[in-house]
Structures are given as structure tokens and as C-alpha cells.
């Protein structure tokens, strides 16, 4: 099944700087990769996602981009602001092994300082 | 819609007793998830659901743990007997199809 790997495991940035999320996956035929963002006491919820037809993707302050030959892809938010402290997960949806459902990353505790 | 249910969000019991944890899923959707979430492991699937069929249930850490998909509208993850190390929050979470994933707002669980 797809393996996926996620770091840093904590992130501190200063208000206005730039925060970068990375992830790898093991299987290359997988196709679908979202971003969840967890606020303290709640659920992840999505907050991006792109397809493996697509090198990036943009919304506002936040990008994703995706490097298939390496297996990797990123999260990048600018501009950031206390609000985005939070838990970020990545996912992967691997198509081999029977399973077509996203895995999970162990998800980067984001700190943003005002 | 009022998104994924889930009751109750807190839950403290002795150990030894059983637990029984509930979700209402969103409307419409065909896929349902029991997550569980710890520091140390992270966020783990224990079970998933299509079109109330179980799946997979390969991460159920063990048969204390049992859960069930009556009908289209609600599941429960049931744990009998509890133990401390059961103590997680637990998220259910739906979906229509098998991407964007939709999660409620967790029950956090305290066996003492």
C-alpha cells in the first residue's frame, strides 16, 4: 500500500513569513493528493488538493506543487498570519494494492507568531 | 447540511466498561471512516465503509473493537472491554466517492 512520509513535524514562522510542508509517497501510480488543515479541537478539514495531471496549483495564499518523478509535493503558504496555526496533513491515493483510499502523513504542527 | 455528527464528544470511563461511539454521515455520501488520533501515532484508519459494507478493517488494533454500518445514515465503533490505551479522539469522517473527505468534529475518549 502507499506510504507517506511527512515533514517537519513542527514548523515556527514569523507573522508575514513564508511556511513550506513537504511530503513523499512510495507508490508511483498514485493520483491524488489533499491537503488538510486541523484547527485546535476540531476535524481536518480540506483546504487544497491537486491531481497528478497537474504540476501546481494555486488558492489564494496557499500553493501545492507536485513533483511525480521525485514522488514528493508541497504545501506552501505566504504571508502567514496566526490563524493558520494549526495541524497540517497531507494525503496520497495510491491505486495499487487494492485500496484507492487517501493516506495520511503524521502532520506538521504549524506555529505562527504574531 | 449540517456535516458529519458525531456523539458524544467526550466520553470518560473506567476501564473495563464498553464504549460506544456514533457518527451520522453527510447525506449522499458512499464512503465512511473511523479515524483514530493519538500523539504518539499520529492519525491511524481503523475501519472504512462502502455503501455500508465494511471494507477494510485491517487497522482495528484488535477485537475489542467492532464496528457497524446498519444503514446509509449512521455507524457506531464500539470498544469492549475498554482500556487506558484506548484513550484517543476519535474521528469519523464521510465521503462521495473516494476523495475529498469530510470529517466530523471528533469524540475524545478518557479511559481511566
Known amino acids: 500500500g502507499e506510504n507517506v512520509e511527512q515533514h517537519p513535524s513542527t514548523l515556527s514562522v514569523q507573522e508575514g513569513d513564508s511556511a513550506v510542508i513537504k511530503c513523499t509517497y512510495s507508490?508511483?501510480?498514485?493520483?491524488?493528493f489533499p491537503w488538510y488543515k486541523q484547527e485546535l479541537g476540531k476535524g481536518p478539514q480540506l483546504i487544497i488538493d491537486?491531481?497528478?495531471?497537474?504540476g501546481e496549483k494555486k488558492d489564494q495564499r496557499i500553493a501545492v506543487t507536485l513533483n511525480k518523478t521525485a514522488k514528493h509535493f508541497s504545501l506552501h503558504i505566504t504571508e502567514t498570519q496566526p490563524e493558520d496555526s494549526a495541524v497540517y496533513f497531507c494525503?496520497?491515493?495510491?491505486?495499487?494494492?487494492?485500496?484507492?483510499?487517501?493516506?495520511f502523513g503524521r502532520g506538521t504542527s504549524l506555529i505562527v507568531h504574531p | 447540511d449540517a456535516g458529519v455528527i458525531q456523539s458524544p464528544r467526550h466520553e470518560v470511563t473506567e476501564m473495563g466498561q464498553e464504549v460506544t461511539l456514533r457518527c451520522k454521515p453527510i447525506?449522499?455520501?458512499?464512503?465512511l471512516f473511523w479515524y483514530r488520533q493519538t500523539m504518539m501515532r499520529g492519525l491511524e484508519l481503523l475501519i472504512y465503509?462502502?455503501?455500508?459494507?465494511?471494507?477494510?478493517d485491517s487497522g482495528m488494533p484488535e477485537d475489542r473493537f467492532s464496528a457497524k454500518m446498519p444503514n446509509a445514515s449512521f455507524s457506531t465503533l464500539k470498544i469492549q472491554p475498554s482500556e487506558p490505551r484506548d484513550s484517543a479522539v476519535y474521528f469519523c469522517?464521510?465521503?462521495?466517492?473516494?476523495?475529498?473527505?469530510?470529517f466530523g468534529p471528533g469524540t475524545r475518549l478518557l479511559v481511566l
Open positions: 469522517a464521510s465521503s462521495f466517492g473516494q476523495e475529498t473527505q469530510y
Open positions: 494525503a496520497a491515493r495510491g491505486t495499487s494494492g487494492g485500496s484507492y483510499i487517501p493516506t
Open positions: 465503509f462502502n455503501n455500508n459494507v465494511p471494507i477494510d
Open positions: 507508490d508511483s501510480a498514485s493520483n491524488y
Open positions: 491537486i491531481r497528478s495531471n497537474v
Open positions: 447525506s449522499g455520501h458512499d464512503y
